[in-house]
């Protein structure tokens, strides 16, 4: 079970911190991360972390977004600064460890003035 939070409004340069917290699986073996997705867009992947703490980044929030895993409290994180409208999205908690996948119920993220 993932359960996230941390989404909401806010303003054009502002900053959100989202958090997922996963309950039931061996969190340090999993590659986690943040995913997003529009209406009538596919699902992109925002970031990822792995068990090695190597991270990638969609190319137009780097720089902007910081993600970040704590084991010990198996939970993700995902802050948000500098936010602009092109960010609005439903996101979405995702762990994966072979053909284990799992994603979090999802949470609205809109920026604007």
């Known amino acids: 079970q993932f359960v996230e939070s941390g989404g909401g409004l806010v303003q054009p340069g502002g900053s959100l911190r989202l958090s997922c917290k996963a309950t039931?699986?061996?969190?340090?073996?999993?590659?986690v991360g943040w995913y997003r997705q529009v209406p009538g867009k596919e699902r992109e992947m925002v970031a990822t972390i792995d068990d090695y703490y190597e991270i990638n980044y969609e190319p137009s929030v780097q720089g902007r977004f910081t993600i970040s895993r704590d084991n010990a409290e198996s939970t993700v994180i995902l802050q948000m600064n500098n936010l602009q409208p092109e960010d609005t999205a439903v996101y979405f908690c995702?762990?994966?460890?072979?053909?284990?996948?799992?994603w979090g119920q999802g949470t609205q993220v809109t920026v604007s003035s």
């Open positions: 995702n762990a994966q460890f072979g053909a284990n996948v799992f």
């Open positions: 039931g699986i061996n969190f340090f073996h999993y590659v």
